[in-house]
């Protein structure tokens, strides 16, 4: 079977070389590097069956229905376009999409995501409730791609209504980056469904130590280290550790990080360009910023986005927030 797939040019080879050399430049990693290939894609899946609550807590699991059957009757229309941005595998998008189904709802889907293995996964996966005119796909780069709204306004079909999905999201952008573009995505009737990690209990730091393990683990390890074996580096060139960064570039947020340090020299060639780390250097690999539901109200607030209802599952690991443009906002 042969089937064309949208990839928009933030997605292109040149674009994404020169974001890699950049990432090696700045000793910074972009996280849309972890998903690259279907070997990434499927470590990422594994661990993220291992450890993320929304897949192993029952509660979790049921807040995620029960906050989508909430959505459901908040869609009022009997047309509904869902857009899973960064769709990932597109498990939550399904379960949201099946609760619209339950409803008789009339539905069209957008998997966009920067992996293609797992913008195929999410539209093979949606394809078993829709038929094909109905499911777009798109591998696209969020934070770079300008003219995302005017491709999903070409998908969303007459009077629907629109559904943003940003889950798993927030934790490894920052924040002051990636919440303007996403507000300029959300029109005024769209819902946007939202979710974070959070750091469980009252005392931030403290719960930001408890959920460490979730990242400091075999499974993580292989997948951070999946980038930097394909890059070049050898596993025995370093040591990855993890470690918790309070006020991350002053954002008041507490966030987990992993950095590879350099035990001895190595060269990494990427297509003419020559990156030199020495002993002692460090690579940030990856970061996941722990929010708590304030602090996830307070950055949407900024941009104009208004917390109708919360759902905190999983004994406070994870918040799925259902949102809307506020009203004194809706210019479009
Ligand atoms: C932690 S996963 C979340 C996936 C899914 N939404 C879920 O909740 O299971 C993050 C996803 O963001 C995607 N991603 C990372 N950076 C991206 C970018 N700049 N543009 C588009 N997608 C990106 C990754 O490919 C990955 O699928």
């Not at 090696?24 to 996280?31: G, S, V």
């Not at 499911?135 to 999903?152: M, N, S, W, Y």
Request: charged letters at 25%; hydrophobic letters at 40%; proline letters at 3%.
């Amino acid at each position: 079977m042969i089937i064309p797939v949208n990839v928009h040019s933030s997605q292109f080879p040149e674009q994404v070389g020169r974001e890699l050399a950049e990432s090696l430049r700045t000793r910074e990693i972009n996280h849309k590097f972890h998903y690259e290939s279907r070997r990434q894609a499927q470590q990422w899946l594994e661990l993220h069956r291992r450890y993320s609550p929304s897949r192993n807590d029952l509660e979790s699991r049921a807040g995620y229905e029960q906050a989508f059957i909430k959505i459901a009757t908040l869609a009022t229309s009997p047309a509904v376009h869902v857009i899973g941005l960064g769709c990932g595998a597109g498990l939550k998008d399904f379960m949201l999409l099946q609760q619209l189904r339950k409803r008789g709802k009339m539905l069209v889907y957008s998997a966009c995501d920067a992996s293609l293995p797992l913008v195929l996964t999410a539209r093979q996966r949606a394809l078993t409730l829709l038929d094909e005119r109905h499911v777009h796909d798109l591998v696209a780069d969020f934070v770079t791609a300008d003219d995302l709204q005017r491709i999903f306004i070409t998908q969303t079909t007459g009077n629907s209504t629109r559904i943003i999905n940003f889950l798993g999201m927030i934790p490894n952008f920052e924040p002051a980056q990636i919440l303007p573009r996403l507000a300029s995505l959300i029109r005024a009737q769209d819902i946007l469904v939202f979710s974070a990690n959070l750091a469980p209990g009252d005392d931030y730091r403290a719960g930001v130590e408890k959920v460490l393990p979730q990242y400091d683990n075999a499974e993580t390890r292989a997948w951070l280290m999946s980038l930097l074996i394909d890059l070049g580096f050898d596993a025995k060139d370093g040591r990855l550790r993890f470690e918790i960064e309070e006020n991350a570039n002053e954002t008041g947020l507490i966030r987990v990080v992993a950095r590879f340090d350099l035990k001895r020299d190595r060269v990494i060639h990427l297509d003419e360009e020559k990156f030199t780390f020495r002993e002692g250097d460090s690579l940030r690999v990856f970061y996941s910023y722990r929010h708590t539901p304030d602090t996830v109200r307070a950055w949407l607030g900024k941009e104009g986005i208004d917390v109708l209802e919360q759902t905190v599952s999983c004994e406070g690991q994870e918040g799925l927030f259902i949102c809307r443009r506020k009203a004194a906002e809706t210019a479009s």
